[in-house]
């Protein structure tokens, strides 16, 4: 095995056997070495004497010197105590609730050498967030100086710098993340594989999976070797992105890597499959893992029943409802919503209802989301009375209505041809502090317009300009038309000047076009009543 001389991790550059021509151009800038003076005088006698109060801890006699406390003394102090990792923390903290102007970036930079050198690295985590959270922009760089400055007469470990890329990490700062990262492969420096993986889950969970993408390819670039862990991110940032021929390259190459998938692996890909309606696949794959003695959890039959439910195979979902409980896996709130909302999206409130019954016996809690979903069965039906009865529960249930909810209840007034009532239900919606979606105006837009009430249409579509949404091609020709053949042609001008004078006009949409047919259905009926 070569040897390359970088200060590293025991996870990295295990068992090579040629070295890239990238890692040999690798060439680490020096630590820098930074001094203190040697205190004296009153300096050193102060030292002297408040190091003694401390290792006989007599904080009683210490208290009586916290005024005399200097940041220059202070760092004295922790550097004659750093072997005690217990103590040094004490300190620190001791001096924060007494004379907290001592401490300094320099001070901060002294405890984390200490708590990271000794493994203590939710203390020094606790002590980062603590400093980073003051939020000054130009922070992070004088941090990072300030531990690399005291880095050498610390006689420090590695595992700072990675604490400190971690910290950011987990604080879901990853600009300042990978700026650490930079700078401390400058130095020869690199970050634990735990450390790598909180900063992939981060960028997941912002919705960056092309920066989590983009920081695994680092990884690889300087053999900074994943676990499983890391894998399953990896497949699900491909997965997230849209590239699911990816993520099954990375399942496949599982094995090779030396790593068995785990049910989180299989769950993934499951997922995967799903998002992209190859269900059948999900299913294959769900077949291999009980093959390869992985056992389907909650999360592997949800997810499939979520995926038959989008694409309204509700017969294959129950059925796989009912595997789900022949294999002893308990069905939880998830799998009763997903169901329910399944049938009440085909206006199935039935088994809807059934469902809700059986998930009440077996003492499952329902949500706001479950509600949701009775009242949208019902709602789909035209049912509106009984699914006002619906949310008039909420209220005993400790549950508050959300968009979904004023959603399917205008829904319900849209199907029963009640623009009026649909419109009102909005207002309180508004009021209520939700926020309607596209469909929602769409479904509004629509109803008026059936109702030949197109001054109300007007308005919906104004509601939606206000919100900076913008209406389809298809749903405003459809207004337009109406208004035209209403006689109402200078409201239909202003309204598409309106929409032109906020950039909200929808691609396709032809104002020439929708003038001429309805020039055309005009010419059609004369013709006729000639």
């Known amino acids: 095995m070569i040897s390359i001389p970088f200060r590293g991790f025991s996870t990295l550059l295990n068992g090579a056997a040629k070295t890239p021509n990238y890692m040999r151009s690798w060439n680490p800038i020096p630590v820098p070495h930074r001094t203190i003076p040697e205190p004296r005088g009153q300096d050193l006698d102060f030292v002297n004497v408040a190091h003694s109060h401390l290792i006989n801890s007599d904080w009683a006699k210490l208290n009586s010197m916290s005024t005399g406390l200097t940041p220059y003394r202070m760092k004295h102090i922790m550097l004659k105590i750093k072997k005690d990792h217990v103590l040094s923390f004490e300190f620190f903290n001791w001096v924060k609730a007494q004379n907290s102007n001592c401490q300094t970036l320099e001070t901060y930079s002294i405890i984390l050498h200490i708590l990271s050198k000794n493994h203590k690295f939710k203390s020094a985590e606790s002590v980062l967030k603590g400093i980073l959270g003051s939020g000054s922009i130009d922070l992070p760089s004088k941090l990072f100086e300030a531990i690399l400055y005291s880095y050498r007469i610390c006689d420090s470990s590695p595992c700072v710098f990675d604490s400190l890329f971690k910290t950011y990490a ?34 997941i969970s912002l919705q960056r999976g092309d920066i989590a993408l983009t920081f695994y390819r680092e990884m690889q670039r300087y053999r900074i070797s994943p676990n499983v862990y890391t894998l399953n991110m990896v497949m699900c940032a491909f997965c997230k992105w849209g590239k699911l021929e990816k993520a099954i390259e990375v399942f496949k190459r599982m094995e090779t890597m030396g790593f068995s998938p785990t049910i989180i692996s299989y769950n993934t890909l499951i997922a995967g ?219 239909a001008l202003k309204l598409c000047k309106e929409m032109e004078m906020k950039h909200l006009m929808p691609e396709g949409f032809d104002k020439a076009k929708t003038i001429n047919s309805r020039a055309e259905s005009e010419e059609k009926e004369n013709g006729e009543n000639f």
């Open 170 to 203: 987990q604080m879901k700062k990853l600009r300042n993340a990978i700026d650490v990262f930079c700078q401390m492969k400058d130095y020869g420096f690199l970050p634990r594989v735990e450390s790598c993986n909180a900063y992939i889950s981060a960028s």
């Open 273 to 491: 499959y799903c998002n992209k309606g190859l269900l059948n696949s999900g299913m294959k794959l769900k077949i291999l893992m009980e093959k390869n003695g992985v056992r389907p959890d909650d999360v592997t039959f949800n997810t499939l029943i979520n995926g038959f439910c989008r694409g309204g195979k509700l017969h294959e979902a129950n059925k796989i409802f009912s595997e789900m409980k022949a294999n002893d896996v308990v069905p939880n709130t998830i799998t009763y919503n997903t169901l329910m909302n399944g049938y009440s999206q085909v206006g199935n409130s039935e088994m809807g209802g059934r469902l809700h019954d059986e998930m009440l016996r077996n003492g499952i809690k329902a949500d706001i989301l479950t509600y949701n979903a009775l009242i949208l069965g019902l709602c789909m039906e035209g049912r509106t009375k009984k699914a006002a009865y619906l949310v008039k529960e909420l209220d005993s249930e400790n549950l508050v209505p959300n968009s979904s909810t004023f959603s399917a209840l205008i829904t319900g007034q849209c199907v029963r041809k009640n623009s009026e009532r649909a419109f009102q239900l909005y207002k309180s919606m508004i009021r209520s502090g939700c926020h309607p979606n596209y469909h929602t105006f769409k479904m509004l837009i629509s109803t008026f317009c059936k109702n030949e009430d197109f001054d109300g249409a007007v308005e919906v579509v104004r509601e939606m300009s206000e919100r900076s949404i913008a209406p389809d091609s298809d749903t405003l020709s459809e207004l337009c038309r109406g208004l035209w053949l209403s006689g109402k042609e200078e409201l």
